[in-house]
């Protein structure tokens, strides 16, 4: 019997469409446990990488903050990294070797629309080698109107499953984006495992 918690309880759909999710993975005391930590982040205006260049806000209008790699946060860096082996080994078999980036915690308000327009998560430099995207709901499906984390393959609009505490996996290449929030605040985690350059 596998626990709410644990990585080989989940959903995949067939590679049609070729993202993973992991139902509620986050359980009740990693949720507790996260909320308690995140309150020492003070979120910070919406830039692009780790930068001080503002970003379109049309495209993109945000609040994010990087959580460290310190010891007090090791445990949310392994937990993901077991996520994304897992759902790696089932699906894509991707050439992953690392997570080089911090994880984002990521605040969309309603009070500025807060969204992120079509994009892939691939690009330039550092950011080419990323090979597996990862969102974990911090919110609940009531807690927020739009805001909704979509694909766009094969003509098909999908959205991801909003349930606290899903995590939703799938390659950095993937066209997606989060619609607008029109009521209430998404708050969600990101991070992106690494690794050689496609080729």
């Known amino acids: 019997m596998h626990s709410q918690n644990d990585p080989n309880k989940s959903s995949f759909i067939p590679n049609l469409i070729n993202y993973y999710y992991f139902d509620k993975v986050f359980d009740k005391e990693k949720l507790d446990k996260l909320e308690e930590q995140l309150k020492g982040l003070s979120p910070e205006e919406m830039i692009e990488g780790n930068t001080a260049e503002v970003v379109n806000k049309s495209y993109r209008n945000s609040r994010i903050h990087w959580i460290p790699k310190t010891e007090e946060w090791k445990w949310l860096y392994e937990y993901m990294g077991q996520l994304a082996k897992h759902a790696n080994d089932q699906i894509w078999h991707f050439d992953i070797t690392h997570m080089n980036e911090m994880i984002q915690y990521t605040e969309y308000d309603e009070e500025y629309e807060g969204h992120y327009d079509w994009h892939v998560d691939v690009g330039a430099a550092e950011t080419s080698k990323r090979k597996i995207s990862i969102s974990v709901q911090l919110s609940g499906p009531e807690d927020y109107e739009g805001g909704d984390l979509q694909f766009y393959i094969k003509r098909d609009l999908i959205t991801a499953p909003k349930t606290r505490g899903t995590?939703?996996?799938?390659?950095?290449?993937?066209?997606?984006?989060?619609?607008?929030?029109t009521k209430g605040r998404r708050r969600c985690l990101i991070l992106w495992i690494s690794g050689p350059p496609f080729k």
């Open 167 to 181: 995590a939703t996996l799938f390659p950095s290449y993937f066209l997606h984006r989060v619609r607008p929030v």
